[in-house]
């Protein structure tokens, strides 16, 4: 019996090792084990970080391309003043200028214009409308909004509906800017004559031409072929810094003077 044991000892291929860890070892291993544990927690830290500045970067880019493609729809579709005797009611509905506000937080201009915002749920809002592109703050913070009223012909009351969009948030500053061309071709522009439109002539002024304009009266009673809005926001936008400019151009179809590039 006992020859029989010792032959299938002998056949065992190995044995497994009895021997305790001391305790130098089990100190070597949970320091291993920390140290792994160190450098896969701040990998991970890293990883979670870029996550969220690339989450932050695609959502402020989104909210950048939204008011492009809001004021796309605009601008673009601001009404010019009307020029026959037959269009002098619609005429009535002209407004494009740039006003300052008076609130001492806010300091900043606005644009009031015309617009056509086509067919809306709504009767009042629909076709013509009037527009305000301005800075107001809101629980400390200021933000870009576009109110929009019904022309004033068609209000019935002192206290006209209004509806109120905001456009973007987190803005500082906001300026315009207003470009208007000459004619192709020439030096200084021709007006034509003989126009009869429900303003005063006598307090119409021809806006410079060829250079870029702050600001734009209603007297100038024209549209320009370019309106530039600049921003500063408090946050940072993808690559673009905090506290640094960020600039949209709209072109104007409806001005008389559109722009036209020769090739």
Known sequence: MISLKRKMNKLRPWRVSRRPMTLIEVLIAMGLMSILMTALMGFYAQMEYVHAQVDRAREEGFELRYIQARLSHVLPRIIAVETSNKEKEKADDFFFFTSQDENDRLRSPSLVFTYDNGVDL???FSNRVLGRLFLEQED???QLSLATWPVPRCWRSIDPPM????LLENVTDLEFSFFFPSPPG????????GITTPFDKESKVDPEENIWHDQWIMNYQD???IVKLRLKRSVPTGLIPASEWVEFAFPIPNAKKPLVVLK
Request: aromatic share 0%.
């Open 122 to 124: 709504d009767p009042a």
């Open 140 to 142: 400390g913070k200021k």
């Open 163 to 166: 509806k109120k969009e905001v």
């Open 186 to 193: 020439q030096g200084m522009a021709v007006r034509a004559r």
């Open 223 to 225: 549209l320009p072929a």
